[in-house]
């Protein structure tokens, strides 16, 4: 049982990372337009080099 | 240390070298501008591309980026850059695009309720994965300080979220009980509460069942409804907004003898006010120079243009169609007559405000159930069994069991899809109950002007002239922009008429155009003025005349034009069974021809708004549940009586403010569309009520058997709410 001594705190601190990613992305915007951003990753405009 | 020493507003320092960059720059920190445009026919990747590519080669441009979802583009350019050139580059490029007002539109307002909503909702889902694996483990077997150990790990993790995640819950329970009333959020706060005691409880005295993943999957669930809610909600909002915003009030004013451009809402009373052809009057007024024809269909339903000269009173929402005009304002914002007969409307009584919605008629009895049954659970086990503790579990089982947890999610699911499903159709519901009203509805009631005709003329009588004088109509009605003159230009031209050689040809503003063909003086356009004012005389329909020389006056007859879909809506309506109407503020005549024409068997004509609205009253009390479908000024006591009401979106602001739904599109073939989604959308709600019930009836005998465990209420739970989302996007 001694296992769940480091696999309880990494699954919380899993969790965790995922949560502030989460908290991340709202508060930058990017459930703005969840319809634009689906159809943007089909656009190749910028698939050789990366926008200046 | 230069770069401390003399502060540069350009970001790299090879900036300070090029000379006038830091001017540039400068220039452009101070003069930027936001310009947000509507572009309604925008749906793809490439149509992304394009508009931005184009948006961002027009000089001045400094980005441009399109929202898909909102179908709309922000511009951050100089002030040098007017929207109107944008507007003319996207149509250019092939792409419908009008200009926002950015104050009604009020663009950096962020939808704060719905982050609040989604932060709370993925603090929720989080605690509810991590506490579900621990609780998994305490299921599978997990023993004596391993079990106690993963009880106490899981109340760390629970207790927080649900102080943080269920803050919305507390505040709509507290509230209600505060107003000494009950609703959902009662049971829900109730359970959630004593959950929290029991298992903490348990936990100390190391007992075997903890509830903390029920009560944060029972959170997260309920979020996840009103989060739903809310977002169908919100779209359906800022596209409302956006229509608002699509007429940019502003107005050009004459003050000290130039000409200014002001936003309406800063003119004042004795202002000299310039409408051109094509324009909206801004204020009340009296017309103090120019001659132009008058459009006044949205606020009285007539189609017949009104001949306007100096000092004849104009007021706020007519468009001027000739010539243009000035107009001294006698009154200006809320006190026109525009606004105060639109304030009339928010007086008189609302069909919705009689309707509960489903959800709510249903809590009213669900809530005061499930309560006593927990507390008759609790006594019942207390007086059975002696032992606090055990009573106490039993009536968290019940509770949590019972948790309207499907109830929640049953109706807003259901919504969502069919708005969306509505607002692909071009359809914006704003009202969350209109769904509910709609599907009841067995009558409906169209306006005529606006709604089933588009307001343009249609030439009818094309047949009737030759040649000769079709091609004298022609060029006489070509580059003017009279309504009449570009239809019968548009008819002419489809009939493979060339224009005749017209030379000195002016237009008169407010009578017509003249000029000289062969040698004699051709006039087309009022009667009077060409000279058929006795034949004129009993006309019902829009004519223009037509005059060559000392020749008898020809007639062009019009007729307005059907709304797109109009016919196939009636059709559709009636094939259904439903009684359609239509009441209009025109002229007997053309009613009755429209009537015949749609093949409507009930109408009535020169119907003031008050008798519009009594009707409606009038088939409510024979028991009909009606839908009011309009768009003028004259529509809007009728659109707020009836049970529930469609405005399309060339309707006037204070008609869509009225309405529950708003048509986007110019078609109305959707209407029809609309009552069937709405009765299966609702077909699906009770449905839903009943899976939710179905759950509750197998599991409560359970719970109250005192044989229910986490793992029961984790499965009955998370399946009857699944099941009912399921359910939800079934619908078609």
Redesign the interface.
């Known amino acids: 049982?001694e296992v769940?001594s480091y696999l309880?705190p990494i699954?919380?601190l899993l969790?965790g990372v995922?949560?502030v990613a989460?908290?991340y992305t709202?508060r930058t915007?990017q459930?703005?337009?969840?319809?634009?951003d689906s159809?943007?990753?089909?656009?190749d405009?910028w698939d050789d080099h990366p926008k200046p | 240390m230069t770069a401390v020493i003399r502060p540069s507003l350009s970001a790299c320092p090879a900036c300070v070298a090029a000379p006038g960059a830091q001017a540039i720059a400068e220039q452009g920190l101070h003069k930027d501008a936001h310009i947000a445009l509507s572009l309604p026919t925008i749906h793809c990747s490439a149509c992304i591309a394009t508009v931005e590519r184009t948006l961002a080669a027009m000089p001045g441009v400094k980005s441009a980026r399109v929202n898909l979802t909102l179908k709309r583009a922000t511009v951050e350019a100089d002030h040098s850059v007017m929207p109107d050139q944008l507007v003319k580059l996207l149509e250019r490029a092939g792409y419908e695009a009008h200009e926002l007002d950015a104050g009604s539109l009020s663009m950096t307002q962020n939808d704060r309720v719905g982050r609040d909503l989604l932060m709370r909702m993925a603090v929720s889902g989080f605690a509810m994965m991590n506490v579900m694996l621990l609780s998994v483990a305490v299921w599978s077997g997990a023993t004596d300080a391993t079990r106690d150990l993963f009880h106490w790990i899981s109340a760390a993790i629970a207790l927080p979220t649900l102080a943080f995640s269920g803050v919305p819950f507390y505040k709509s329970a507290w509230s209600a009980l505060r107003a000494r009333r009950s609703n959902m959020d009662v049971p829900i706060v109730t359970a959630l509460l004593l959950a929290v005691v029991a298992s903490v409880w348990e936990t100390a005295l190391s007992g075997h069942h903890a509830y903390f993943d029920a009560a944060v999957a029972l959170v997260f669930f309920l979020l996840t409804g009103r989060y739903l809610d809310h977002r169908t909600r919100a779209i359906a909002r800022s596209a409302a907004q956006e229509l608002s915003a699509l007429e940019v009030p502003r107005a050009t004013v004459r003050r000290d003898g130039a000409e200014v451009v002001l936003p309406a809402a800063d003119l004042r009373i004795g202002d000299l006010v310039l409408v051109r052809p094509g324009g909206r009057m801004p204020v009340d007024g009296v017309i103090t120079e120019g001659r132009s024809e008058i459009d006044r269909s949205l606020l009285t339903g007539e189609t017949l243009p009104v001949f306007a000269e100096p000092g004849r009173a104009v007021s706020a929402g007519e468009v001027n169609l000739t010539g243009p005009l000035t107009i001294r304002a006698t009154a200006v914002g809320r006190e026109t007559s525009l606004h105060r007969m639109a304030d009339l409307v928010a007086i008189a009584e609302s069909g919705r405000s009689r309707y509960t919605a489903l959800a709510d008629s249903t809590a009213k009895y669900y809530t005061p159930g499930v309560l006593l049954l927990a507390l008759a659970s609790f006594i019942g086990w207390y007086v059975y069994s002696g032992d606090m503790r055990t009573a106490l579990n039993i009536a968290v089982a019940v509770l949590i069991i019972t948790c309207p947890c499907a109830l929640g999610l049953a109706v807003p699911a259901v919504t969502t899809a069919a708005s969306g499903k509505l607002f692909r159709r071009g359809m914006l519901i704003k009202d969350a109950t209109a769904l509910e009203r709609l599907a009841r509805v067995d009558t409906v009631v169209f306006d005529k002007t606006g709604t089933l005709t588009a307001g343009t003329p249609e030439l009818i009588n094309l047949s009737d002239h030759d040649g000769t004088q079709l091609a004298v109509a022609l060029a006489l009605a070509e580059g003017s922009s009279h309504p009449l003159s570009v239809s019968l230009a548009a008819a002419a031209r489809a009939a493979g008429i060339v224009p005749a050689q017209v030379t000195d040809r002016t237009e008169v503003p407010g009578y017509g155009s003249e000029g000289v063909w062969q040698g004699q003086p051709v006039r087309l356009g009022r009667a009077s003025w060409v000279g058929a004012g006795d034949k004129a005389a009993g006309a019902t329909e829009t004519t223009a005349w037509l005059s060559i020389g000392d020749a008898a006056p020809r007639g062009f007859r019009f007729t307005d034009r059907l709304r797109p879909g109009a016919a196939d809506a009636v059709r559709q309506l009636m094939h259904n069974g439903i009684r359609v109407l239509l009441i209009s503020g025109d002229t007997t005549p053309v009613v009755a021809a429209l009537a015949k024409r749609l093949g409507i068997p009930e109408w009535q004509a020169e119907a003031l708004p008050a008798d519009k609205s009594a009707r409606i009253t009038a088939l409510q009390s024979e028991g009909c549940n009606v839908l009011m479908v309009g768009d003028g000024l004259n529509d809007t006591a009728a659109l707020t009586a009836a049970d529930v009401s469609i405005s399309p979106a060339s309707a006037l602001d204070a008609a869509r403010v009225a309405s529950d739904i708003v048509l986007l599109g110019s078609d109305l073939s959707p209407i029809a569309d609309a009552l069937t989604t709405a009765q299966s959308a609702v077909k699906r709600i009770r449905e839903n009520f009943n899976i939710a019930m179905f759950y509750n009836v197998i599991a409560v005998p359970i719970a109250i058997a005192g044989f229910a465990t986490p793992l029961v209420a984790a499965l009955a739970m998370s399946s009857s709410s699944i099941t009912v989302a399921l359910n939800a996007v079934r619908l078609k």
């Not at chain 1, 459930?31 to 634009?36: A, F, H, K, L, Q």
């Not at chain 1, 159809?39 to 656009?43: A, K, P, T």
């Open positions: 049982m769940l309880i699954s919380l969790g995922g949560l989460f908290i709202v915007n459930y703005d337009d969840p319809e634009g159809r943007r990753i089909l656009n405009d």
